[in-house]
């Protein structure tokens, strides 16, 4: 195993602290947690607060300031973060108006954050959720209990922090965070696998010609095990798969993100994204905004995803393109 790290178990503690002092014009830390928040805390507006298993940077601390989420809270690698430190990110997120939790679909996640809303509950904090289960590359997979939340968790983070910096209630957020739910479709594959520090060896095996279609971010199995393709040939299938989700039709609108899970050039992100648009064009589909970039990771892992947000409201690309004052979103 090479990594560029001191300790495994310290992996976590020393990333956090690293982001902090990294950004303190942006972020702190809650003292004794895990729990990243923004320093301008955004009073008398709805909180916003996301997190999960780390060695998925820059989500979820680098979405963290204005205009985005109000807290993050990190968890061990690739391991929900406890109830107790939730409660402390929504705690930190309050500023009077209530806060929404922003949860992945996976099994310990949903669980440890609801419990955490109870917590909060019991302190007289207003506490709401969304799921994100944008992947629909398998229905239920390690983890999971149904579809996996995946990098369009992003593209909600932007679109529900614009909504609370603009003054929304919990309610207005949580109605929209639902709605772009429904409109966000993700798809992954990798070309290699990923290495959990503390585990020390990688979480499963590829041969060198092989891909992984449907690859889960902490490597959970996807649909179909093949071999190495042409771009082209990859985005067809992946776009296929989308479209079958999304039925789309001429004049369609639609949002693209190309996300690196952490090894790919972004020479190789842009080839895709290349031909992603050619499939569009030629279904006739306008894409108003395309991302490509590394927003959702699985640590060392090469591969990518495509996200394909169909525009249920042309409002959508106007909140995705306001500036925010976060470490990551570009």
């Not at 009073?43 to 979820?60: F, I, T």
């Not at 968890?75 to 409660?87: A, E, K, L, W």
């Not at 983070?157 to 409109?183: M, N, W």
């Not at 479709?185 to 891909?211: M, N, Q, R, S």
Request: charged share 25%; aromatic share 4%.
């Amino acid at each position: 195993m090479k990594k560029i790290i001191n300790r495994t178990d310290q992996v976590v503690e020393q990333m956090v602290e690293g982001i902090v002092k990294s950004h303190p014009d942006l972020i702190e830390r809650i003292p004794n947690t895990r729990v990243i928040a923004r320093t301008d805390k955004g009073p008398g507006k709805v909180g916003l607060v996301s997190g999960g298993g780390s060695g998925h940077e820059p989500a979820h601390a680098g979405y963290v300031g204005r205009g985005m989420l109000s807290a993050a809270v990190c968890g061990d690698v690739f391991t929900s973060p406890t109830p107790d430190q939730i409660h402390e990110g929504i705690k930190a997120a309050n500023q009077g108006k209530g806060v929404l939790l922003i949860v992945k679909n996976y099994t310990g996640d949903v669980m440890n954050f609801d419990m955490a809303k109870e917590l909060a509950e019991m302190d007289d904090i207003e506490v709401d959720q969304i799921i994100i289960d944008d992947d629909i590359s398998v229905e239920d997979s390690t983890f999971t209990t149904g579809r996996r939340g995946v990098a369009g968790t992003v593209l909600v983070h932007k679109i529900v922090g614009a909504a609370a910096e603009a003054g929304a209630s919990l309610q207005e957020l949580k109605a929209l965070g639902e709605k772009v739910v429904k409109s966000i479709k993700t798809i992954g594959v990798a070309l290699t696998p990923c290495t959990v520090p503390e585990v020390g060896h990688p979480g499963f095996e590829l041969g060198p010609d092989e891909i992984e279609l449907g690859i889960g971010i902490h490597g959970e199995p996807g649909f179909s095990r093949e071999k190495i393709m042409p771009s082209k040939d990859l985005a067809k299938q992946l776009f296929d798969r989308i479209n079958k989700e999304h039925h789309f039709i001429s004049g369609d609108k639609v949002v693209v993100l190309v996300n690196g899970m952490g090894g790919t050039p972004l020479m190789e992100q842009y080839i895709f994204a290349n031909d992603v648009h050619e499939l569009l064009g030629a279904a006739h589909v306008d894409v108003e905004k395309t991302i490509v970039g590394d927003y959702m990771t699985s640590l060392e892992m090469a591969g990518l995803s495509l996200t394909i947000l169909k525009l249920e409201d042309e409002r959508w690309v106007d909140m995705l393109n306001i500036p925010v004052q976060t470490i990551a979103w570009k």
